[in-house]
């Protein structure tokens, strides 16, 4: 006997169903095994392998040891987290909050004379900027587990040093969320002598190291030219990558940060880069950013005389995952940059969604076992 048509739509229903929460469950299954490979993967084979010790932090806290209470003195001073904590809003609708405007900049307000060439005892005063993007529409929504658990492991760094927590919850609306990065350094930096910039899903590993030792690591190498510390970054396999980086308080910096801004011209189009980061590449003229035939900036080789390099293990060491064996494999990404116990920090970058939060809920409780 043939089933009746109500028959027939129940069982469809039924299969229905069935199928949905069937495409769940190896999702979320696929989920975890992906994270839990990348966790099986970091620690054995090729990833297993100890990367040598970060010399360029071990100079910095050596420096620290045997100055002793000299450079503690010259170094006690204020340090501020700055979170940039906000919910983007589309479009220009009425309600939104932005950075406020600043004046234009050209390339020749960039030749401003380089400030003093050492810690200041007055006016004591340092911080370090972390940006907290939630919901940009160009990726998935950050879960709200996620951020709690990146401010709070940022909370734990500031309250150990004494640091200041800083919260800017504004966002420029024309453009992607990133940018407005920018505007918020400009606005805080003449408030400190340096300041850091970190993403949200960079963690805090290393809580007994100091951001200042960084800065006076760099300021050490440079004793006739303080301005090569004007900016202070890293890069990836990609070149800089301007996730984790710091910036010196002179008029030259406050300059360049408007003139990174001011490349409206990069906003929107199709490059390699994402975000503002792409501006930067074109600043500084990169390697990868010429590899792919763009437009130079002109003064590039003047604007990369600011700029100092450091390891990725001083700034901002990265998580390694099953892409990443393929490119150490195929020689095209150095183990360098791959996160080892004693680094100051592990950034997650390029990962996304339900993983990125095993894997940060993971290192966080690392961290605060630390």
Known sequence: ??????????????????????????????????????????????????????????????????????????AGLKIGLVVLAFQPRCGGSGGSSSPDPAPSSTAQDLQSPPESTSWSSAGEKRSLLASVLLGPPEVPDWPAESVQLSLENKRQYTQRHGYELVVADSVDPSRPPAWSK????????????????????????NNTFKLEWLAQECLDQHPESPSSCDVIISNDQYGANSGVFMVRNSPWTLNFLQLWW??????????QFDYEQRALHYLLGTDHWRKHGYDLYPQADEIAKHVTFVPPCAINSVFFDLKDIRRVVANTLSIESKYSHGDFLIHFAGHRGRARHFLMEYYAQKAALS
């Not at 071990?58 to 000299?70: D, F, I, L, T």
């Not at 001011?262 to 490059?271: A, C, N, P, S, T």
Request: hydrophobic share 45%.
């Open 262 to 271: 001011d490349q409206k011209q990069l906003v929107f189009g199709d490059y």
């Open 1 to 74: 006997m043939y089933a009746s048509s109500q028959q027939r739509a129940w069982r469809f229903f039924a299969c229905a169903v069935i199928v949905f929460f069937g495409v769940r469950l190896v999702r979320e299954l696929h989920t975890r095994h992906e994270t839990w490979a990348y966790h099986a993967i970091a620690h054995t084979s090729l990833l297993s392998q100890r990367r040598a010790p970060c010399v360029f932090m071990s100079r910095a806290m050596e420096a620290q040891q045997r100055q002793g209470r000299a450079r503690r003195k010259a």
């Open 182 to 205: 920018l505007k918020h350094l400009q606005a805080q930096l003449p408030r400190f002598d340096f300041l850091a910039f970190m993403d949200l899903d960079a963690l805090i590993m």
